[in-house]
């Protein structure tokens, strides 16, 4: 792996992206914000990967819009509650190009965070199997 393919991509949360395959969606790079990782430096690693939990405050009506309501998630319940709003990734995807062994070695690292993601992106989660 070069120091140049060393990134962390980043594909912004939008409302449109819930009727595109995945494998579309890699193929637009000027869609994606990218940060290059300097893998030798332990400060800017930890400060290019905060970003993958970065979050805001959306309406239920948008977290439903977005796919991203469940009924079923008891924080996000009682955030609706004491906020009127829940809080979202601010990103749909993220990629990392990482050196390292077990990588190499063919281990796939795969986030679902919530309880419907499987439901909003079924061809991601299920393309990994």
């Known amino acids: 792996m070069t120091e140049k ?23 637009m790079p000027n869609a994606w914000q990218k940060i290059r990782l300097n ?18 405050q959306v309406s ?10 469940s009924v079923q998630d008891s924080g996000m319940m009682q955030e609706l509650l004491h906020t009127g709003l829940v809080k979202v990734h601010v990103w749909r995807h993220a990629i ?6 077990l990588l190499k070695n063919g281990l796939a690292v795969i986030d ?3 309880l419907n993601a499987l439901g909003a992106e079924p061809e991601i989660t299920l393309s990994y199997f």
């Open 5 to 27: 393919s060393r990134a962390l991509k980043y594909y912004p949360l939008k409302r449109v992206v819930l009727m595109t395959h995945s494998t579309i969606l890699k193929n």
């Open 39 to 56: 893998t030798e430096s332990a400060q800017e690693m930890k400060e290019a990967l905060v970003g993958l939990i970065q979050q805001k």
């Open 60 to 69: 239920k009506k948008e977290a439903e819009k977005l796919g991203l309501w």
């Open 96 to 101: 990392i190009n990482y050196p390292h062994p």
């Open 112 to 114: 679902t965070p919530k």
